[in-house]
């Protein structure tokens, strides 16, 4: 069963492909009628072509411009029954909700077949969504195309600006709530901090922690000589100490002593470093980091200014980055 239905579907999408690029022809022949006969109207362009060839200038007036509208509506009653067709083949195909949703989703289609000066132009969206039809199904490639790269760049052009001044009005819009907002900081720190105050507090305490761990590791040699030099250092301001040393044996006594304070104060080192672990050492860290956070959540009108002001400064800043015309580069890279 797979097999035959597999060929059906291929043989489908040959023919919807077959069809797909004669309306392609038929729609871009149309459209170079629509473009020659706008020209033809125009009084310097006919008059000088009737003056450079007026036997053609004749041939086209007789048998194009002056049956035009016979001509464009050949073409429009193929484009109505290519309508009809798809409309047929997305209600048995079941493409959308309901069966009177293809007008609407292809509009344009609908549209353009009205033999209007006004609607006419549409068709150029039906050969564009043509083509996209095309590219999809693999039969061309419109982005190797000079004309696609030369539109895409433009629309990518035009794109940015158009997002950048509606970012930019956004962030102005924004900076002038938090001007006239009086308890921003306030709600600021209501809705959005506090709810997140013990996830905050955890957050703190396990960085805290790695980063003491990580470091003492890295650099415990470097601790423990910091610690036998600055016994050393203080044993040899001690008078007491200096006192020792002038007794017999006292030299070898002195420099026991200082062995055995600084190996120690190592180990005082290395047990508090390894106390970090210990779930006392981590409510502590997080009795600090909830102090900390308490008070930086304490609001007054001095914080609420300066909180308003950061804000503002922020928003600022990203409407300056925004300000940069990157675009701008692309083109000179090109």
Same mark, same amino acid.
């Given at each position: ?207 805290? !922690? ?11 040699? !470097? ?16 008078? !007491? ?79 300056? !980055? ?13």
């Amino acid at each position: 069963m797979s097999a035959p239905s597999t060929a059906g579907s291929r043989r489908r999408e040959r023919l919807y492909l077959v069809w797909d690029i004669a309306i392609v022809v038929l729609v871009s022949a149309n459209l170079l009628l629509l473009l020659v006969d706008s020209l033809f109207l125009l009084p310097p362009l006919n008059a000088g072509l009737e003056a450079l060839a007026p036997s053609l200038h004749q041939a086209y007036d007789s048998a194009i411009h002056q049956r035009f509208m016979t001509i464009d509506l050949v073409f429009v009653s193929i484009f109505l029954l290519d309508v009809l067709a798809g409309w047929a083949v997305a209600i048995a195909e079941r493409r959308y909700a309901r069966w009177f949703f293809y007008p609407f989703v292809h509009w344009y289609d609908v549209l353009g077949c009205i033999p209007i000066s006004g609607f006419r132009i549409l068709r150029v969206l039906r050969l564009i969504s043509l083509l996209i039809r095309l590219q999809r199904l693999g039969a061309i490639d419109i982005r190797r195309w000079g004309l696609y790269a030369f539109f895409e760049r433009y629309y990518r052009v035009l794109m940015e600006e158009l997002s950048d001044r509606v970012a930019t009005r956004l962030l102005s819009s924004l900076q002038e709530e938090v001007r006239r907002s009086d308890d921003f900081t306030k709600r600021l720190s209501e809705k959005v901090i506090q709810p997140r105050k013990e996830a905050l507090v955890d957050e703190i305490a396990k960085r805290l !922690e790695t980063t003491v761990d990580k470091s003492y590791a890295e650099n415990h040699q !470097e601790v423990h000589r910091y610690v036998a030099t600055l016994v050393t250092r203080t044993l040899e301001e001690n008078q !007491e100490l200096s006192r020792l040393r002038r007794l017999p044996m006292g030299e070898h006594m002195a420099h026991a002593m200082e062995r055995s304070l600084s190996d120690v104060a190592s180990r005082v080192v290395h047990e508090a470093i390894d106390g970090l672990r210990s779930p006392r050492f981590k409510s502590l860290i997080g009795d600090l980091a909830g102090s900390g956070i308490d008070a930086w959540l304490y609001v007054d009108q001095r914080t609420d200014r300066v909180t308003e002001q950061v804000l503002i400064e922020t928003l600022e800043m990203l409407k300056d !980055e925004i300000a940069v015309q990157r675009w701008r580069d692309e083109l000179d890279l090109r």
